[in-house]
């Protein structure tokens, strides 16, 4: 068992702790707004009130090796999804499959064709990525294998620079008095915020210089959001660092709900997006902003297209010339889909479909170790086995069953994998994958959640951040962005901090 709690850790010292994690977190920002189960509507009315994020007291162990091995792929993978990106026919014949099934894949490709008609203003395209991991242990010992990868509304980049300031400071001033006396811990800072908001910035940069000389209006970055986000302190670590650029970028919030009433395009073959802020003056010449960057943290569920105005809002944006964050395609390529047909194994009879990218290029042969077994749901061969596996009670065990879909609270797990197939259509399974269960060495650390301490068993994810601008040709920017520690309960399947199950943590680095 890999305990990250020091040993003989007594009621005052957990107390104390406390006080200091709570202070210092909502000194510096490590904050959500607090779930209605905390603090309901009629106590908080005006939605003032913030809480700390939930988090770890202690940092958890994870090993260095595993660390460094999702840290070296990172651009590789920032190449692998920019590649992926741009192959619309590749993209195309996937999304074939599912349209049938899946309306919200369906609506995402008839955006995108219908921008496509009417032809791209230009090619550029932002990825703000993370690909997710866990450490799995076998007879070759310990390796990261990777769970997904996000293309679309990335989150935790603003919160977890936060948290791994917040465990460095209390291993700097806290654990060394504890009894256990514990000194030395090895707690990297992750630079999500900064370096997150530089691909932004980035994009921003680019859309001056190249797309837009001598516009008359200001530039600004748009966030779409979505309405009573609660992980908003997140989303203004990076808003924050982008105002903090020399010179300052204007940054505004938007909901997604409220696009076609905000922003228009442009009269003129450029389709510039034009976003009037709502609280210009009646009697006065509305202040409007050319919108250089879109950054979507809303938009990946079907729950942000709750109308037909809601795909004309995404269509809006598409066509116009902002840099997306994501694309249309983009935001495809990190269907579970995707991920699942670019691990298929090599079977030796035809060439392995990531080849289609990686072209055998050495640098893209590490990655290919972080893939583990994920198996279609279709009527192939492969796909006919994974069946066998989802249906049996006892092989079910070792899987999990995953939609196409983003956001957390959407899969299902072991056995309710053959229950959960029986009520929907056999021919509906092929909208979804079948992939091995990662299984972490067991590990114990103390959540701190809401003000109080829940200790035992956990699992935790890492995550790695990425930014990638690129056009038609090639990748014009290419970064690691930082990392990311997210911990669950062991009893939990679902990773979602601000879902209400897993918790913010830092990577202790032991050898
Ligand atoms: P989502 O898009 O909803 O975030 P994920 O693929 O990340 O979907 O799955 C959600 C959570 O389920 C993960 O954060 C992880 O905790 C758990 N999970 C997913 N795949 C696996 C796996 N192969 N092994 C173990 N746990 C997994
Ligand atoms: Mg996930």
């Known amino acids: 068992m890999v305990s990250s709690i020091p040993s003989g850790l007594s009621q005052d010292e957990r107390h104390h702790l406390v006080q200091v994690a709570k202070d210092w977190a909502a000194a510096n920002g490590l904050a959500i707004r607090p779930p209605p189960t905390v603090v309901s509507q009629e106590v908080d009315p005006e939605g003032v009130l ?107 980049g603003g919160l977890a620079t936060q948290t791994s300031l917040l465990h460095r400071f209390l291993a700097a001033t806290e654990y060394p008095r504890l009894q256990a006396r514990v000194k030395d811990l090895d707690v990297p800072k992750s630079d999500s915020a900064t370096l997150l908001a530089r691909g932004i910035a980035t994009a921003f940069e680019k859309y001056n210089t190249t797309l837009s000389r001598g516009a008359e209006r200001p530039r600004c970055v748009l966030f779409i ?41 442009a009269e003129g073959p450029r389709r510039e997006l034009i976003y009037t802020l709502p609280w210009s003056l009646e009697w006065a010449k509305p202040t409007e902003y050319e919108v250089a960057v879109v950054y979507y943290r809303s938009g990946y569920g079907p729950g942000d297209y709750p109308s037909p105005e809601s795909w004309e809002a995404r269509y809006h944006v598409e066509r116009s010339a902002a840099i997306k964050c994501p694309t249309i395609l983009t935001q495809l390529a990190g269907m579970k889909k995707v991920q699942q047909v670019l691990a298929t194994p090599d079977t030796g009879d035809a060439p392995p479909v990531h080849a289609r990218f990686t072209q055998g290029q050495p640098e893209f042969k590490p990655l290919l170790d972080t893939f583990t077994n994920i198996y279609p749901m279709d009527t192939s061969p492969a796909g006919l086995e994974a069946r066998r596996k989802a249906t049996d009670p006892e092989l079910c065990k070792s899987f999990v069953l995953k939609p196409q879909r983003e956001g957390g609270g959407n899969n299902f797990y072991r056995t309710s994998i053959p229950e959960y197939l029986k009520t929907i259509p056999e021919d509906h399974w092929n909208s979804y994958i079948l992939m091995e269960l990662i299984t972490p060495p067991p590990a114990t650390n103390i959540i701190l959640r809401n003000g109080k301490l829940e200790e035992g068993g956990i699992i935790s994810e890492l995550g790695i951040y990425g930014t990638c601008l690129w056009n038609n040709e090639k990748v014009l920017h290419n970064e690691e962005a930082g990392y990311l520690l997210r911990t669950k309960g062991d009893k939990s399947e679902e990773g979602g901090v601000a879902a209400g199950y897993g918790c913010m943590d830092s990577c202790n680095l032991v050898d």
Request: contains cysteine; charged residues 25%; hydrophobic residues 35%.
């Open 225 to 265: 959001v979505q309405d009573g986000e609660r992980n908003i302190f997140d989303q203004r670590h990076l808003e924050y660092n982008l105002s903090g650029e020399d010179p300052p970028i204007p940054v505004y919030r938007l909901p997604f709900s409220e696009i076609l009433q905000h922003t228009r395009i």
């Open 50 to 156: 913030a809480i700390h994020a939930p988090v770890t007291l202690f940092p958890s162990r994870f090993p260095r090796s595993c660390f460094e091995q999702a840290r070296s792929v990172q651009k590789a993978y920032n190449e692998l999804y920019a590649r992926v990106s741009r192959d619309e026919e590749f993209l195309g014949q996937l999304v074939k499959e599912l349209v049938d099934v899946d309306d919200f894949v369906a609506n995402l490709w008839r955006v995108h064709q219908r921008v496509k008609e009417e032809g791209y203003v230009h090619e550029l395209s932002l990825g703000l990525f993370r690909s997710d991991y866990m450490v799995h242990e076998d007879e070759s010992g310990l390796q990261v294998k990777q769970v997904e990868f996000n293309t679309i509304a990335s989150s935790f």
